[in-house]
Nanobody
Framework: VQLQAFGGGLMQAGAFLRLTCAVS????????AGWFRQAPGKERELVAI????????VYSNSVRGRFTISRIQATDRVYLQMNNLKVEDTAVHYC?????????????????WGQGTLVTVSS
């Protein structure tokens, strides 16, 4: 399985951006899909999760109400719509499938990270 996140860029505060996660080599088994991010010097943190079964998405407190995660299973793509960007959203953003029975909101429960895509927000 390989996940590639793309769509990042240099944005001004208040702007919007959509990230895309393209999945390849997937066997068809169901998986929860997560977006995480990592700023310089900080631990990787949850952004949003789209459960496979159609349960409600999970968002971090810092992005709830501004970001929306969505998924098109037929094309195996996961999207992150980012509205009203803030300087503190600056980070490398990654997508990954949940691959173990750990906590759904912790990055250690996910694998196959890929290189991520950098989002930089200026004031």
């Amino acid at each position: 399985v390989q996940l590639q996140a793309f769509g990042g860029g240099l944005m001004q505060a208040g702007a919007f951006l959509r990230l895309t996660c393209a999945v390849s080599g997937h066997s068809g088994s169901p998986y929860d899909a997560g977006w995480f991010r990592q700023a310089p010097g900080k631990e990787r943190e949850l952004v949003a999760i789209m459960p496979w079964r159609g349960d409600r998405p999970v968002y971090s407190n810092s992005v709830r109400g501004r970001f929306t995660i969505s998924r098109i299973q037929a094309t195996d793509r996961v999207y992150l719509q980012m509205n009203n960007l803030k300087v503190e959203d600056t980070a490398v953003h990654y997508c990954a499938p949940k691959t173990n029975a750990g906590a759904i909101d912790h990055w250690t429960s996910y694998s196959y990270w890929g290189q991520g895509t950098l989002v930089t927000v200026s004031s």
